[in-house]
């Protein structure tokens, strides 16, 4: 249960028709047990002859008989005996109410049933037909009313894993994985909701049906009844080994579960690789291995399961047989006492002792059903917790409580000291940057090259906060980016990275994402100006073409400027371009370095780069040489050929390759 206390704020406003629900998981119980009282009737017709007004009659006369005894004995007692008379005079208030109980069934219902044995039995058996069919009835509006609260929680439960997934910062995601996060949207929210679904059906209504059972039975005998329960503590302790067998067995086994999810995710994405370099055996182990993996621990949850049911069953078998024995000795005696202990306040009957099975045999359904669902639960408790491991997942990169105003960005950007370090990166080990400082003029157009591993695009997603620096700050206009609103930071900052991300929309609805409250016109224009609408038009859908799922039905230079356009769109005073001419042809990359000749002007740009093309160096103002998480050198493309060796051997290194290539 403390795993699904946590879903209380997302079921408390659907608390109406769980309430409603409850009351008729209520109403279940009570058919139950009034279903299973039939065995008194029937074993009084069938197997003693008597018709149910003779045993009521009789019982009446018997009670008639023992108040006159009672009586009769308070008359007798000392006046002194003041506990003994007491305790006979609730005796004689006890049997008056019954015979009360019993006159009132002779004259309001017994006229009305039939005397004779066989239309008797065909009546009780018509009443328990009915009462199962209203028993059905309710039971399913339980059902679906569960159904409808539990889908509505879920609803809200994913929706809220969403939100929370996209209040996280960059480095957060990356290091859970994508595969982790989507088994807990799909698979650890598929189980939860089978759990809560049960919380609200069998394990709202079995209990009703165990207690209501217990109940009559101890109306039936209670000392009998309560030898029955001497199992309970025992159901204690095994179902406590049980739950915590089966919840670490239920998180290892999602847990592989994930690593299977990660393992589909990296072969489909890396398709094109693995039929190229014919590596479809290589991942085809790696699955299996992982598909094994979960076969082992799932077996381990399937043999924990099956004890327990069989287990149940025979814990709850003998609390049947403690009290069912000393019954029948009763019974089978005509006694009250056994050792002269007082079992029963009158001679019971074989009806009685029918009629007390039925009742414990009837708790033995419940409890067996509760057990088969127990792995289950204990499954959903475990994805539960799963799934609040992401909710509990606190953001390293927070707005402030009282964030700062800032206009337009029209001054400098600033690098003060700036260190980095991943997780996971040992605190001995090297930092991603360190120690960093460099200003930045508003309208500069500055490349950052170096080689992989060198911090560049590091230093660049610092600016819109997709983490935040270990040290050190960053300050755009003299003011602390951690000052300001993260959404009033990343108004100013466009993007376009090295792998066009794309939405499986249309060609308009990727632009507009850029700026969504965009007019139509201003949409166009951005196309135009990213040259996206010269090749719009070969399609018969145009602007409204569907590009597939990450554009792929676009080419990587159209890919490329659909990205240009919602960056154009979104009119940033700061731009980011992150290797963003890397992965297309030389015609593309011209045509894009055509675009952004006009649309750098008046911004400031931050342009990391392989490559320092013709078309690279006439966009730059100035060069920042990075190494090993730190700036080297800056400068013009001329200062650099001459103060900085690694940045001229790298550059004449390239034109050898350029040339090569040609």
């Known amino acids: 249960m403390g795993s699904f206390s946590r879903l209380t704020p997302f079921i408390w406003p659907h608390r109406r ?5 409850a009351i008729f998981g209520l109403g279940v119980a009570l058919l139950w047990g009034t279903n299973l ?7 009084k017709v069938l197997l003693q002859g008597q018709s149910l007004q ?8 018997w009670t008639r008989d023992e108040i006159a005894k009672k009586t009769v004995t308070l008359q007798r ?6 506990k003994d008379r007491a305790h006979l005079q609730g005796k004689i208030v006890d049997q008056t109410r019954k015979l009360r109980s019993l006159q009132w069934i002779e004259g309001k219902i017994l006229p009305h049933l039939p005397s004779d044995a066989f239309d008797t039995m065909a009546l009780v058996l018509g009443m328990l037909l009915l009462g199962t069919l209203f028993k059905g009835a309710a039971i399913f509006i339980q059902d679906v009313l569960v159904g409808s609260v539990v889908e509505r929680s879920v609803r809200g439960v994913r929706e809220a894993c969403f939100e929370h997934c996209l209040a996280l910062d960059y480095q957060t995601l990356a290091r859970d994985g994508s595969a982790p996060l989507m088994a807990r949207f799909t698979n650890d ?5 089978a759990g809560l679904r049960l919380m609200g059906g069998k394990v709202v209504r079995e209990p009703l049906k165990a207690a209501t059972c217990i109940a009559m039975a101890f ?15 025992i159901f204690g302790v095994v179902f406590y080994r049980y739950g915590k067998a089966l919840k670490t067995a239920s998180h290892r086994m999602m847990e592989s579960m994930s690593r299977i999810y990660e393992a589909l995710e990296e072969t489909f994405h890396a398709m ?10 290589r991942q085809r182990r790696k699955f299996r291995h992982e598909n094994r993996e979960y076969y082992d621990k799932a077996m381990r949850m399937v043999k924990i399961d099956a004890l327990t049911n069989p287990t149940t069953e025979l814990l709850g078998l003998a609390a049947v047989c403690i009290a069912l024995l000393p019954g029948a000795y009763l019974v089978l005696r005509g006694t009250r006492d056994i050792w002269s202990i007082r079992l029963s306040a009158e001679v019971m009957d074989v009806a009685q002792l029918s009629l007390l099975y039925a009742f414990l045999a009837g708790t033995i359904d419940p409890i067996r059903k509760l057990s088969s669902v127990y792995a289950r639960l204990k499954r959903s408790a475990a994805a539960t917790d799963r799934i609040f491991e992401l909710l509990d997942q606190q953001p390293q990169v927070t707005s402030p409580e009282l964030p700062r105003q800032i206009e337009r960005h029209q001054r400098s950007i600033e690098f003060r000291d700036v260190s980095f370090r991943y997780d996971g990166q040992a605190d001995d080990g090297l930092e991603a940057l360190s120690k960093v400082n460099l200003l930045v003029e508003a309208g500069e157009v500055l490349a950052l090259v170096g080689g992989n591993g060198s911090g560049k695009s590091t230093l660049v997603h610092l600016l819109p906060r997709l983490f935040d620096p270990t040290s050190g700050s960053i300050r755009i206009d003299g003011v602390d980016i951690r000052d300001l609103d993260p959404f009033a930071l990343r108004q ?6 090295q792998e066009p991300l794309l939405f499986h929309d249309s060609i308009y609805e990727n632009i507009l994402f850029g700026r969504s409250e965009a007019t139509h016109d201003e949409v166009l224009e951005a196309a135009r100006r990213a040259q996206v609408t010269e090749f719009v038009e070969q399609f018969p859908e145009g602007f409204e073409t569907n590009i597939g799922e990450k554009g792929g039905r676009l080419s990587g230079g159209q890919r490329q400027r659909v990205t240009l356009a919602r960056a154009i769109l979104k009119d940033p005073s700061i731009l980011v371009l992150d290797e963003a001419t890397s992965a297309i042809d030389a015609t593309s990359e011209e045509k894009i370095h055509e675009v952004l000749r006009e649309f750098v002007k008046g911004r400031t740009v931050m342009m990391i780069t392989h490559s320092l093309s013709p078309g690279v160096l006439d966009l730059v103002t100035r060069i920042v040489v990075m190494d090993s998480g730190r700036i080297v050198a800056t400068g013009t493309h001329d200062q650099l050929l001459q103060t900085c060796p690694p940045y001229r051997q790298s550059y004449y290194a390239r034109i050898h390759v350029d040339l090569d290539a040609a």
């Open 17 to 21: 028709p769980f309430i409603l629900s």
């Open 37 to 43: 009282s039939v065995a008194f009737p029937v074993v």
């Open 54 to 61: 003779q045993y009521v009659g009789s019982e009446a006369q």
């Open 77 to 82: 007692l000392p006046a002194g005996k003041l």
């Open 189 to 193: 929210i598929t189980v939860m909701s």
């Open 219 to 233: 109306l039936v005998n209670w000392q009998l009844t309560l030898l029955s329960l001497l199992f309970v503590p």
């Open 272 to 281: 094109k690789v693995i039929i190229t370099f014919n590596g479809a055996e």
């Open 492 to 497: 100013q900052i466009g993007l376009v990275t």
